[in-house]
């Protein structure tokens, strides 16, 4: 019986991936532990989006691979593992087994490399979307991950993961009926919170000829109980084909979140031409007008790019402009990163490191401001919501509310995970609301183990 560790770095995909290989291990015998130390298998699923990420699984691995040597089977998948499959195989002296985003479904094939300790490479050039992660309460407890598609329309200047995960037909979907059918055997068997994730999730089933809304009304329709649905992050150039379908069924239904992730990247014309955005600054913030007029207490979250070659002084104070104008609820501020294959790595006009980090620090604290000016809208209100995960500082836990904003609770048993309730807002930062009192509407679906509870101490935000 061999024993299993597992690291996950990056995206909610990524996430479920490693709930696939996971699931594959697990049904074969394999048992999952929470320390590498008791592993006989240590899985390292990558992210390749930014250089310091990357500098740090590199280092991570290093250290792993120093301390245990041979003694473990290391399985390295992801993102990084297709784009910087040489220099991870030197790390393991060549003893390692590497798995790329596609190559995540060949689960048999990957199960007996790490029995045989074969060190084989899997690397495809596109995914065959067959296999799902099934719903696991031991890992996630009430949240069940679901992929919906991989791949992306887009063909951005600076972005490495459209190659190591670049599938044919640039975007691949799983089929509507197996991913109703997953939704409906997890939320029976005690999920609550449902996270449809993908690379561009506003693109789902363009290869297939349906859309994101026919899922969502699928989902909605044919599945019963109690759930809350999280949109995962979409291009804005994809949602804008159906946002107002999809304004509609979060309008209607308090089971899908009220929450937008929309990546806007700069809030300057002549830096998203650079960046081969396929929108404009006006198109995004007539969007994003268009979502506050029709739900003002929703939240959405975008990404800022600073740094970009060829962003002067001019371009970046627009984008802050842009900030203060469409008040994100929170704004995930990144210096850029050359990555290697992209074709910003070599572009003129670079910035020096120095001027990113001055313009990501001012353009954090306009972000901050601005979030909580928006969290203070809810002090003194009464939301609903679900007891999401344990509070990852202290004690109590976090809620999500309806719009997924996280309510900080510290005086709420962690026995309560999984509930629905009502909660009192008494204040308010940048990050999250707080509430001293709350009512339990519907109790846990589930009771986490203690060992569930110590899995699930992670900012997931």
């Not at 055997?185 to 999920?191: D, H, I, L």
């Not at 308090?254 to 002549?270: A, C, I, N, T, W």
Request: glycine share 4%; with cysteine; aromatic share 8%.
């Amino acid at each position: 019986m061999l024993r299993i560790y597992a690291e996950t770095y990056g995206c909610w995909l990524n996430k479920a991936d490693t709930d696939i290989l996971l699931q594959a291990f697990l049904s074969s015998g394999f048992v999952l532990v929470d320390r590498p130390d008791d592993a006989d298998v240590i899985l390292i699923n990558t992210c390749a989006v930014r250089g310091d990420s990357e500098i740090r699984q590199l280092k991570r691995m290093r250290e792993l691979y120093s301390k245990f040597g041979d003694s473990k089977i290391y399985v390295i998948a992801g993102c990084l593992a297709k784009v910087r499959i040489a220099e991870i195989r030197k790390i393991f002296n060549q003893k390692c087994i590497i798995v790329d985003p596609n190559s995540i479904e060949y689960t048999e094939d990957i199960v007996q490399a790490v029995a045989k300790r074969e060190y084989r490479i899997f690397i495809s050039d596109d995914r065959p979307m067959k296999i799902l992660p099934q719903y696991m309460p031991e890992i996630h407890g009430h949240i069940y991950i679901v992929p919906v598609q991989v791949g992306c329309l887009c063909s951005c200047t600076f972005c490495v993961t459209r190659f190591a995960r670049e599938v044919k037909g640039k975007v691949k979907s799983y089929p509507i009926d197996i991913i109703v059918e997953h939704v409906k055997r997890a939320v029976q068997r005690g999920a609550r919170e449902i996270y449809l994730t993908g690379q561009d999730v506003a693109t789902y089933g363009f290869d297939k000829g349906y859309t994101l809304v026919e899922l969502l009304e699928r989902i909605l329709k044919e599945v019963e109980g109690i759930y809350f649905i999280r949109i995962g992050m979409s291009e804005p150039e994809a949602f804008m084909k159906i946002a107002d379908q999809i304004i509609d069924i979060v309008k209607r239904d308090e089971r899908v979140y009220k929450y937008f992730h929309l990546p806007v990247q700069s809030g300057s014309d002549k830096v998203l031409q650079l960046m081969r955005r396929k929108y404009t600054v006006s198109e995004y913030i007539e969007l994003i007008q268009k979502i506050r007029k029709e739900i003002p207490e929703c939240s959405i979250v975008t990404d800022m790019i600073v740094g970009f070659p060829g962003e002067t002084e001019e371009d970046f104070q627009l984008s802050l402009k842009l900030i203060e104008l469409l008040k994100f609820d929170k704004v995930h501020v990144a210096r850029f990163s050359p990555r290697p294959y992209t074709e910003a790595a070599v572009m003129d006009n670079q910035v020096p490191d120095s001027e990113k980090k001055r313009r990501s620090k001012i353009m954090a604290d306009v972000a901050n401001k601005v979030a909580l000016e928006r969290n203070q809208m809810f002090v003194g209100k009464v939301l609903k919501g679900i007891v999401s995960t344990p509070e990852p500082k202290g004690e109590g836990c976090v809620v999500r509310v309806v719009n997924y904003k996280p309510v900080i609770v510290k005086s709420m048993s962690r026995e309560f995970l999984s509930s629905v309730v009502k909660v009192s807002i008494v204040s308010a930062s940048h990050t999250s609301l707080f509430a001293d009192n709350y009512e339990i509407i519907v109790g846990p679906s589930l009771r986490p183990s203690r060992e569930l509870a110590a899995l699930l101490e992670e900012d997931t935000s």
